[in-house]
């Protein structure tokens, strides 16, 4: 039976341990002896954190014996991505920059989740600094994808994506600053929510671009991601029942939909198709504020992203990935007025994107318009590395760009993902079509 706990969902371990059925010390325990015997496990965390999962497992243990428990998830073991500080135990980034840099206290969202009575297992590696979309890191670890052992598991949250994909924790939390959440999750047939701005504190995140830096679950169902997120933010979850796509309108945006390659379009166009024959009402459209949007991602991106990082690389260059450094170097060339400007523009073009997507619940794409690169490639050909991280980008971008909330959704074909757009701050919404929308793609 213990085997089977490694691939159940969170909200069903969760209901397990409150039925009595699933002690959780013995949950941990099983989780941490896969972990310490998986043949990946060096790839996919970057450091477990055993005694402490193991006390607040006990603790956990003895709140369910006594009929006290905090919630649902009580007990239920997840990872954490290795820029969310833990109180003691390093935490790196993914980058050689900030080797053995130990935080005296946890991030804000591991408080709440920890007093929700989740268990921290370990940090999960991840694209150094946060700053690409393939999850490429010479520097530490690269993990693989769950479809492709030979391929990049996306980024940068590629370590929390792999460790639920290969059963090494119930669930994982990521940061998403332009796709990290939503990229690693779609490769790996995951569900992943790139929250609202602000909607979770950053306080003790390791940052990359602040204005665009968010906070994300990787799960298994919507229903776990639900849950996962209302732990995160100390709230209760949004009621994800009698859920229904009659009615829904979406928007299908065909930015989102230039070149993009065969796999990517058949798994979103099949499953677009399930979804209007569960009574979804589809229109299309191309807004060319979004492609004026996308154009300008170097200069907003780029800029915050160097000058937060700038005293640290100039100081130890060689320290990084070529591949990293050069990016956020590229931050250098635009000056201030430039950036003051996109910014100016930008927020502009987010009251016309609004506007224009005001009538729809949803406005979906494809949540990467290509599949998981090869590793070896990216390694040794650098057009093709620049190339690829672009593209894997270039959608899920758009949701940051325009202050969007969104989640991913795998679509039954390996890798391929249908990404559901929705306005800001309306995650509950969106979390209740996407519960409707996976029932329908299941």
Known sequence: MTNQWLTMSMGDLGRGIGAGDIDPLALTETFLDAIKTHEFTDRIYARLTESRALAEAAAASKRAASGHRVGILDGVPI??????????????????????????????????ATAQGLICLGKTHMSELAFSGLG?????????????????????????????????AAGAVGSDTGGSVRIPAAWNDLVGLKTSGGRLSSDGTVPLAPRFDTIGPLCRTVEDTALLLAALEGGPAPDLRGASLKGVRL?????????????????????????????CIVKRAHLPIVDEALTMSGVL????????????????????????????????QYTGVEF?????RLDDIRKEYNAAVAGFDAVVL????????????????????????????????????????????????????????GAPMAEARLLRLGAAAEAVLA
């Open 79 to 112: 990872s954490w991505k290795d820029l969310f500080d833990t109180a003691g135990v390093v935490t790196e980034a993914g980058s050689a920059l900030l080797k053995d840099r130990v935080p005296t206290q946890d991030a804000a969202v591991l408080r709440n």
């Open 136 to 168: 490429l890191n010479p520097v530490t670890a690269t993990s693989p994808c769950v479809n492709d052992l030979e391929a990049v598991s996306g980024g940068s949250s590629s370590g929390a994506a792999t460790a639920v994909a290969f059963g090494l």
């Open 251 to 279: 928007l299908v945006l065909e930015n989102g939909l230039t070149d993009a390659r065969d796999q990517p379009r058949a798994g979103f166009d099949s499953a677009l198709g399930r979804l209007m024959d569960a009574g």
């Open 301 to 332: 991106f780029t800029t915050e992203a160097y000058a937060t990082w700038y005293d640290k690389i100039e100081a130890q260059p060689d320290l990084m990935f070529a591949e990293i450094r050069d990016r956020f170097r590229a931050g250098g």
């Open 340 to 344: 003051v400007r996109a910014w100016q």
């Open 366 to 421: 494809p949540t990467a318009p290509i599949m998981p690169p090869n590793v070896e490639r990216l390694m040794t050909d650098h057009a093709y590395y620049i190339e690829e991280n672009l593209m894997a980008l270039r959608n899920t971008r758009i949701g940051n760009l325009m202050g969007s909330s969104g989640l991913t959704l795998p679509t039954g074909l390996p890798s391929t993902g249908i990404l559901l757009h």
